[in-house]
């Protein structure tokens, strides 16, 4: 799912026994605008190749000690790592499940991340999905910020940063998914907010091992 207010937007791994990629609006409790996972929808996919550049160089700036989601993982937390490898890494927190999968929080000292993101383990594929947080980037340059900022990279930085990507904007949310340069079975998904900005992001397996990441 993804969490959204008036403000902009968060990409949210949902809780729920199955996840699927079409969002469609709901309500939580606490009155915050959720998108909660619905049955597929038509999607309307862009490729592109990068033009807008966002420095110099073409590329985005990278933003000087911000810790790296890159292709395989973040830190010791690789995609493929079984449960008791990713959570001997010290990086996980709170374990809860997602019908057979199983997700947990970054531990809160790797950054803020946004609300119900989360890391997701298959029984079969291992580590299927690790979250950035505000205090990390791609190695691309790419930042996420949150619907109470104004920061995180520009769809042009996104755009400049990455030779291959689509674009959907068939939910309220527009989402950019790119391949991870670097790591040919995973990819990168961001997801863009009122300003144009992104505020989530996220490293998954192209083989979600049926944790419905995918779908």
């Known amino acids: 799912m993804l969490w959204i207010t008036t403000?902009?937007?968060?990409?949210?791994?949902?809780?729920?026994?199955?996840?699927?990629?079409?969002?469609?609006?709901?309500?939580?409790t606490a009155g915050i605008a959720v998108l909660v996972l619905a049955p597929t929808a038509a999607r309307a996919d862009t490729g592109g190749t990068a033009e807008a550049a966002a420095g110099t160089n073409g590329t985005t700036p990278a933003?000087?000690?911000?810790?790296?989601?890159?292709?395989?993982?973040?830190?010791?937390?690789?995609?493929?790592?079984?449960?008791?490898d990713a959570v001997a890494t010290g990086l996980l927190t709170d374990?809860?499940?997602?019908?057979?999968?199983?997700?947990?929080?970054?531990?809160?000292?790797?950054?803020?991340?946004?609300?119900?993101?989360?890391?997701?383990?298959?029984?079969?594929?291992?580590?299927?999905?690790?979250?950035?947080?505000?205090?990390?980037?791609?190695?691309?340059?790419?930042?996420?910020?949150?619907?109470?900022d104004e920061e995180g990279s520009t769809t042009e930085q996104i755009e400049a940063g990455y030779d291959r990507y689509t674009v959907d904007k068939?939910?309220?949310?527009?989402?950019?998914?790119a391949p991870a340069p670097g790591n040919s079975q995973a990819h990168y998904i961001f997801a863009i907010g009122e300003d144009g900005r992104a505020k989530d992001m996220g490293l998954t397996a192209d083989d979600d091992g049926e944790c419905g990441l995918n779908d």
Do not use: F
């Open 7 to 28: 403000k902009g937007c968060i990409m949210v791994i949902a809780r729920t026994h199955l996840l699927r990629r079409t969002l469609t609006p709901a309500l939580t």
């Open 63 to 84: 933003t000087v000690g911000a810790a790296t989601l890159g292709p395989d993982g973040y830190k010791a937390l690789e995609l493929g790592m079984s449960e008791d």
């Open 170 to 177: 068939t939910g309220p949310t527009p989402l950019y998914t």
């Open 95 to 148: 374990r809860q499940e997602i019908g057979d999968c199983a997700w947990y929080y970054l531990d809160p000292d790797e950054g803020a991340q946004n609300p119900g993101a989360g890391v997701v383990v298959s029984p079969t594929r291992g580590v299927v999905n690790i979250p950035g947080t505000e205090n990390s980037q791609t190695p691309e340059g790419i930042t996420m910020g949150s619907v109470d």
